[in-house]
């Protein structure tokens, strides 16, 4: 089982409509990130969460440390947003300083 | 701010020659750490480089290798190139211990043919 798991592998949406992506982590962390790719490009830095919520435009992630999950919304999403969302963590362990990755969320938003 | 900046933005080489790849981390970042990506893969770490030392590595042989310069900048090198190197390259930088957040290049695609 990998540490860290990201639901669904695959999503397809309209424009418009509420997206969520959920990730769960077996291990204690320090940190929780969120990211996103594009095909064939690099990866940009969404979100880095230790605790409660954040939001930025039409993104929210929130974080719940006794449930060892995380959840990424995109509202009013937009075909631009089609991506890979991908769930990192940093584990809590001393001398480890190395990201534990999820398999990452292929997201599809059709106009 | 120019962020993290990688160079060059793609690159190809033969097997068995070598390479050298370039990042600078964003101001004020002290720490860089080196991941490969295979095409249709998740991203696997290769290093971290702290105070100009190696601080972690993963599991790569010893044909990649790599330096951080006094003004943090790093260069990642691989030799004897295999076709299985073709991978895109992302650098990662992060500030001074305690805060965890990293920024990512853009990246370097290197393909070996």
């Known amino acids: 089982k990998n540490e860290v798991e990201q639901s669904p592998q695959n999503l397809t949406a309209q424009e418009g409509e509420f997206i969520t992506i959920n990730c769960s982590y077996s291990?204690?962390?320090?940190?929780l990130h969120w990211l996103q790719q594009h095909p064939g490009g690099g990866i940009v830095s969404l979100f880095m969460l230790s605790s409660g919520k954040k939001k930025h435009g039409r993104l929210i992630a929130t974080i719940n440390i006794q449930e060892k999950h995380s959840s990424l919304h995109i509202t009013a999403s937009h075909p631009r947003d089609s991506a890979v969302y991908i769930c990192?963590?940093?584990?809590?362990?001393?001398?480890?300083?190395?990201?534990?990755w999820g398999a990452g969320t292929k997201l599809i938003i059709k106009p | 701010d120019a962020g993290v900046t990688q160079s060059p933005t793609h690159l190809i080489k033969t097997r068995g020659q070598q390479v050298t790849l370039r990042c600078s981390p964003k101001?004020?970042?002290?720490?860089v750490s080196w991941y490969q990506q295979a095409l249709g893969q998740g991203p696997q770490f290769i290093f971290q480089y702290y105070e100009e030392e190696e601080r972690q590595r993963g599991n790569f042989p010893d044909r990649f290798s790599g330096h951080q310069f006094p003004n943090y900048s790093s260069e990642l090198n691989v030799n004897a190139l295999l076709l299985g190197d073709s991978a895109l390259y992302l650098c990662a930088s992060s500030s001074p211990a305690g805060t965890y957040e990293q920024y990512f290049g853009p990246g370097t695609r290197l393909t070996v043919t």
């Open positions: 990192a963590v940093n584990p809590y362990m001393d001398s480890n300083y190395q990201l534990i």
């Open positions: 101001s004020g970042h002290d720490t």
């Open positions: 291990v204690g962390i320090s940190a």
